[in-house]
């Protein structure tokens, strides 16, 4: 009876804090795969849609094709699609992997920090930020509605951001 209600306390913490989203987000400037600098405050009055990916898992290739889709649908009203590679080697390898996958939308180099801040301990990890750089959701993994619900999220900022 205690350990049952000792797994039942854990699962109740666990659940409280994956519930918890912060308001604003960890900040960062990483290299784009053209050699250029991108910093969070360069994004600050965007719709950022910001996926933590990597090369070798096989659920964030899946996603490159919707990823694709969000940056031809709404890159002209604002919106800023971005996949943060991570545990995927040099940006080179990475260039030639983003060639292979046609993948359109800006792509960065990040690092083992990035995770960190950002608490990301799987992957495809995607953020939806709102302006001002503020979490407005997070997906982990990946769900047949995922580019859906993203989709409708987008649409609601757009809808407060005048």
Avoid: H
Avoid at 55 to 61: G, R, Y
């Amino acid at each position: 009876m205690i350990l049952i209600r000792q797994l039942l306390l854990i699962s109740l913490l666990v659940l409280a804090a994956a519930g918890r989203q912060r308001d604003s987000l960890p900040e960062f400037s990483l290299m784009t795969l053209k050699g250029e600098s991108l910093q969070t405050k360069e994004l600050k009055d965007n719709i950022v849609v910001l996926d933590f990916w990597a090369t070798w898992c096989e659920n964030c290739v899946t996603e490159i094709p919707e990823l694709n889709k969000l940056e031809k649908e709404y890159g002209s009203r604002g919106v800023k699609v971005i996949g943060l590679a991570v545990q995927s080697g040099w940006a080179s390898d990475i260039q030639k992997f983003a060639k292979l996958y046609d993948m359109r939308y800006t792509l960065l180099v990040g690092n083992d920090d990035t995770v960190s801040d950002f608490g990301v301990i799987s992957f495809p990890n995607t953020y939806v930020i709102g302006p001002g750089w503020k979490l407005y959701k997070k997906y982990s993994g990946v769900s047949v509605t995922k580019a859906t619900d993203i989709r409708q999220d987008i649409e609601a900022l757009l809808k407060t951001k005048v």
